[in-house]
């Protein structure tokens, strides 16, 4: 799955999200749309709630590949599966998405 890389954060106006990467399939948005914006546009008029959840995206499925290659690489040593790797950082992004 290809996806554009984050951080995403909070554009300039209108509930947008912006990317400082390009778009995927977003094609070449002109300069002035990038000034409007304040970057690469992932999303427009998000209500706060929801652009909160848009911007951690990219961070949640990063902590998603961890969980997945652990497993992958052995899943009957759920044993030896290093919680610590994936519980801070999980638990920080749950209180900024609480927020």
């Known amino acids: 799955m290809r996806h554009t890389p984050g951080p995403w954060r909070e554009g300039k106006w209108g509930?947008?999200?912006?990317?400082?990467?390009?778009?995927?399939?977003?094609?070449?948005?002109?300069?002035?749309?990038?000034?409007?914006?304040?970057?690469?546009?992932?999303?427009?008029?998000?209500?706060?709630?929801?652009r909160q959840l848009i911007m951690a995206a990219p961070e949640m499925f990063h902590l998603l590949q961890l969980i997945v290659s652990e497993f992958e690489s052995d899943p009957m040593s759920t044993q030896c599966f290093d919680l610590s790797?994936?519980?801070?950082?999980?638990?920080e992004l749950i209180r900024k998405l609480k927020q």
Request: aromatic share 2%.
């Open 15 to 50: 509930g947008a999200v912006v990317s400082d990467h390009p778009v995927e399939g977003g094609g070449n948005p002109d300069a002035e749309t990038i000034a409007a914006y304040g970057r690469q546009l992932i999303c427009e008029s998000a209500t706060t709630a929801n």
């Open 85 to 91: 790797a994936i519980v801070k950082p999980s638990i």
